[in-house]
């Protein structure tokens, strides 16, 4: 079925908070937002993306996407409403929020889950106006500790005893962190040659662990374990399509919030390695949401970064279809080499006027030593943001004239699997003749 994108409820229109379209309203507010009244969700809905108009109560969270509307004969993702009209925002945007999601709660589905610090990442700044968001600060060192401080937040509202997700990298390493915060277990279907680091934190948080094979095998399992043993699925729920938790990308949202707040301004584009989506339309539907909170007249350039052995969004984009079913070749950008798409990537990309970059392993590795050379180190997928800039914009051809770019980079370096196949470094003779030879 067709559908506006954008649409949201009609609690104003953009530019204003209270429909009088009068365009960005100056923040007077005189500090962090505190106070029970703060702290409190305004969200109050779950909304098809296929349809705005169709909308569903908060609770429970629908897992496997709209009941009642579909695009291309799949469930239509679900989106979370707000009373936007309610929300806080002098407070809210006041002043850079502490560490935690805890901050933006008014603009999150309640937060029943306690954090671990998530949020807050630095905003490091390369030449030519180029910023770096840097994801691998969070507390399991990458982006998806914002989703699972609300995924987890969701299993405790649903009353379940845990949580499970099909996940061998971030997500799996996040999901154990959070299950464990909140004292409720944590099932993790992993590959057998998961990460090392990822296998660490596994073990450390007390996940059961799960390597079963084919992979594809996985979705019907994961389905009896939320339908027999009650726990909560915190990943995407639809083998056939990806409609993903609806949670998810408001957790997101909040890089929108914190790259605002820390320029001052809405940067013109912002790259997103992507694989899903959620990333993507997470961080399109913050800045939306400053437009519609009267904070800002505009959103930025959003575009997509996939590894081009896949490209699932992309594919979709040129076949003007919701969602895109891909073979994926070999790539060691395994964190995004997805082979299907999500309806949210095609939202993000439509509204924003981005575009769908295709990323070779070559173009990555560069991203990635340009990184590393500033003293920042990512894993390979999460110098895809990068990569698509330097694909445009190489290094050195001075800034944009519209304004600054925002490279989203999600993981740490320590997470990739290629760490653990490096060379060890040979043993030396211990001289000053070795050494200073060395360092001539």
Request: charged residues 15%.
């Amino acid at each position: 079925m067709t559908n506006a994108p954008g649409s949201e409820p009609q609690h104003g229109t953009p530019g204003t908070r209270d429909g009088s379209g009068t365009g960005p309203r100056r923040v007077s507010g005189d500090g962090a937002a505190s106070g029970t009244a703060a702290r409190v969700s305004r969200a109050v809905a779950q909304r098809s993306l296929a349809d705005p108009a169709v909308t569903h109560p908060l609770v429970p969270v629908l897992l496997g996407g709209c009941p009642t509307t579909s695009l291309d004969g799949a469930p239509a993702p679900l989106d979370i409403a707000y009373a936007y009209p309610d929300v806080p925002a002098d407070s809210l945007f006041g002043r850079p929020a502490a560490h935690g999601l805890d901050h933006w709660a008014p603009l999150l589905p309640p937060l029943a889950a306690p954090g671990l610090g998530e949020g807050n990442t630095p905003l490091v700044p390369l030449a030519d106006g180029v910023w770096i968001k840097d994801e691998s600060r969070n507390p399991t060192w990458s982006h998806k500790d914002r989703l699972n401080r609300v995924a987890v937040s969701a299993a405790l509202l649903a009353g379940a005893p845990g949580v499970v997700v099909s996940s061998s990298g971030n997500h799996g390493a996040s999901a154990a962190a959070y299950a464990a915060r909140a004292g409720i277990r944590c099932a993790v279907f992993a590959a057998p040659d998961a990460p090392p680091a990822t296998a660490s934190f596994l073990r450390a948080h007390g996940a059961t662990v799960l390597t079963v094979t084919p992979r594809e095998s996985v979705w019907p399992l994961v389905r009896r374990v939320a339908d027999e043993l009650g726990y909560h699925p915190v990943g995407n729920f639809t083998p056939d399509a990806h409609t993903g938790h609806p949670f998810g990308p408001e957790g997101y949202k909040t890089i929108a919030y914190e790259i605002f707040l820390s320029l001052g301004e809405v940067p013109a584009d912002v790259y997103v390695p992507t694989g899903y989506g959620e990333l993507l339309f997470g961080v399109w539907k913050g800045f939306r949401e400053l437009v519609l909170l009267g904070l800002a007249g505009r959103t930025p350039r959003v575009h997509a970064c996939e590894p081009a052995a896949g490209a699932p969004l992309a594919a979709a984009v040129r076949s003007g279809r919701p969602a895109a079913r891909v073979r994926v070749g070999p790539t060691d950008a395994y964190a995004i080499d997805c082979a299907v798409s999500g309806y949210r990537g095609v939202v993000a990309l439509t509204e924003s006027g981005g575009t769908a970059h295709t990323l070779t392993d070559a173009q990555l590795r560069s991203a990635r030593d340009e990184l590393a050379a500033q003293g920042m180190w990512f894993e390979l997928s999460a110098a895809a943001g990068l990569a698509a800039l330097r694909a445009t914009r190489p290094a050195g051809t001075g800034p944009a004239e519209d304004g600054p770019a925002v490279c989203v980079a999600t993981s740490s370096g320590f997470k990739d699997s290629a760490t653990a196949r490096r060379d060890r470094y040979p043993a030396q003779p211990a001289d000053w003749a070795t050494v200073r030879a060395a360092l001539a």
